[in-house]
T-cell receptor, first 112, second 114 residues
Framework: SQQGEEDPQALSIQEGENATMNCSYK?????LQWYRQNSGRGLVHLIL?????REKHSGRLRVTLDTSKKSSSLLITASRAADTASYFC????????????FGQGTRLTINP | DAMVIQNPRYQVTQFGKPVTLSCSQT?????MYWYQQKSSQAPKLLFH???????NEADTPDNFQSRRPNTSFCFLDIRSPGLGDAAMYLC?????????????FGPGTRLTVL
């Protein structure tokens, strides 16, 4: 069953603007992760936020987690053309299985 | 550099002709995964190995099999590819450090079925 749902499905902004993507999930989690996928390539891990954390930063990335609402957001500040990619959230079950369930992804386009 | 390698990057096969995709890793990770990803969709887990223990997803068709002869290598066998099996196949690995199970992906193999 689908764990993560993301919105928007597609987002197009101008270079330099901030991009925000949201992810919702259904069950308890250990952590939530965000991945980037450039067209035709594998996924690249961006950031992991644990269930007891509320906010995390990494460079131009800011991730928030609200476990009461079962939702997370990824903010990319000062976007660049190279940020054009699909972004997926992924959650693991709190039972500790070594599996991730990916959301449907947000396709981000940065226009120069 | 430690990495996950997939070969070939592009594979063309004929309907019903068995095909094998390979994955190798230099990360010495315990867990290896195979995902299927179709256009504009999320990666879908087919199965994973925790060391030598094979874990199949309930909805993975019997047509898909996997082998892990050693820590470094893992293979995906599609016994009789159908047109619906055309997709990107992604291999990933992860360690078992508790609470930090980020996955490291290979570049993928794009499978075309004629």
């Amino acid at each position: 069953s689908q764990q993560g749902e993301e919105d928007p499905q597609a987002l197009s902004i101008q270079e330099g603007e901030n991009a925000t993507m949201n992810c919702s999930y259904k069950t308890s989690i250990n952590n939530l992760q965000w991945y980037r996928q450039n067209s035709g390539r594998g996924l690249v891990h961006l950031i992991l936020i644990r269930s007891n954390e509320r906010e995390k930063h990494s460079g131009r990335l800011r991730v928030t987690l609200d476990t009461s609402k079962k939702s997370s957001s990824l903010l990319i500040t000062a976007s660049r053309a190279a940020d054009t990619a699909s972004y997926f959230c992924a959650t693991d079950a709190a039972q500790g299985a070594q599996k991730l369930v990916f959301g449907q992804g947000t396709r981000l386009t940065i226009n120069p | 550099d430690a990495m996950v390698i997939q070969n070939p990057r592009y594979q063309v096969t004929q309907f019903g002709k068995p095909v094998t995709l390979s994955c190798s890793q230099t990360l010495n990770h315990n867990v290896m995964y195979w995902y299927q990803q179709k256009s504009s969709q999320a990666p879908k887990l087919l199965f994973h190995y925790y060391d030598k223990d094979f874990n199949n997803e309930a909805d993975t068709p019997d047509n898909f099999q996997s082998r892990r002869p050693n820590t470094s290598f893992c293979f995906l066998d599609i016994r009789s590819p159908g047109l619906g099996d055309a997709a990107m196949y992604l291999c990933a690995t992860s360690g078992t450090r508790k609470g930090y199970n980020e996955q490291f992906f290979g570049p993928g193999t794009r499978l075309t079925v004629l």
